[in-house]
């Protein structure tokens, strides 16, 4: 596999972790998620969960495992998010480095093509799940709702850069659109 083809996600939402639903992760016969923490669980600056959020894992913990692993070197930040959500945790992980991942999928007891990578970033998230044969879903940034500016940088950067490479970040999204239509 190219280093370009491990950019392009599996599943592409159009919209952020909330969307992904029990469906969907049955669709794809996904038993276990690693889930990335800043931006795609909670905005950056943010250091609790939502309501939302809280009762989405507690649908999304019927189906599959979960387990959060987040590049953020805070501990106190990190570990508060996932005892919130009653989640284990592991921090520092340096995605797109697989070895944590790994772990996390190990700790489930699930082979790593039973587990999805889900994050906002495709140089960490996408990258890092991919290289070690996940499912990998992108989703939308969860930004502060008080900042009335989208602009995320570094993901809108790393998009730009995928996409002059080759990658397509809307072929797998209509794709998913058009094979649920038909189900």
Not at 130 to 158: A, H, K, Q
């Amino acid at each position: 596999m190219s280093w370009v083809s491990n950019l392009q996600p599996d599943l592409i939402l159009c919209g952020p972790i909330l969307s992904l639903s029990q469906d969907i992760l049955q669709h794809y016969q996904i038993e276990g998620l690693v889930l990335d923490v800043d931006e795609t669980l909670v905005p950056f600056k943010s250091s609790e969960a939502s309501g939302e959020l809280m009762e989405w894992v507690a649908q999304i913990r019927e189906v599959a495992s979960i387990w959060l692993v987040s590049n953020n070197l805070s501990e106190s930040r990190i570990g508060g998010i996932a005892r919130s959500l009653n989640l284990p945790y592991l921090f520092g992980a340096a995605k797109p480095s697989r070895r944590k991942l790994k772990q996390a999928a190990d700790a489930m007891n699930l082979p790593v093509e039973r587990v999805a990578m889900v994050g906002d970033r495709l140089f960490t998230d996408v990258l890092a799940g991919n290289r070690l044969g996940m499912f990998t879903i992108l989703v939308e940034p969860m930004l502060d709702p008080s900042n009335t500016d989208v602009f995320s940088p570094i993901r809108d950067f790393e998009v730009w850069v995928s996409q002059l490479l080759g990658v397509s970040l809307t072929g797998k999204q209509q794709n998913f659109i058009d094979r649920d239509k038909s189900l």
